[in-house]
């Protein structure tokens, strides 16, 4: 009977560890461009197969919505996955709100309510 809790207390502990090492989609990275355009980017990891990004300018989102900006990212490049935009001009005080989705080992992670202030 000793031998069974101890088991029981080992594997319970071991989900624990698990559950508190989850992953988490990676925080964008923004870069304005000059003179016109930005990037938005993660780092490349292992198991990660997809970067989608969302964004608008100067509007917050309503729900999960596309944006004005809208993108699927496939491969990383230079060890990141990249977004990149080579029209749009930033001014200072332009405000991007953004969210992104990392496909990592076949699940879904969003990083919602982004927000970055130029």
Not at 42 to 65: C, M, R, T, V, Y
Request: with cysteine; aromatic share 16%; proline share 3%.
């Amino acid at each position: 009977m000793a031998s069974l809790s101890f088991t029981l207390f080992c594997g319970y502990f071991l989900a624990i560890i698990l559950i508190s090492h989850a992953f988490e989609a990676p925080k964008a990275q923004i870069k304005v461009l000059k003179p016109k355009g930005f990037e938005v980017s993660i780092p490349d990891q292992n198991g990660i197969s997809l970067f989608a990004f969302h964004g608008k300018l100067n509007e917050g989102f309503n729900g999960l919505e596309a944006g004005q900006f809208s993108r699927d990212i496939t491969k990383a490049e230079g060890g990141r996955w990249t977004y990149r935009d080579t029209e749009t001009e930033l001014k200072s005080g332009d405000t991007l709100y953004f969210w992104t989705y990392v496909l990592y080992n076949g699940q879904g992670y969003r990083e919602d309510n982004g927000k970055f202030v130029v």
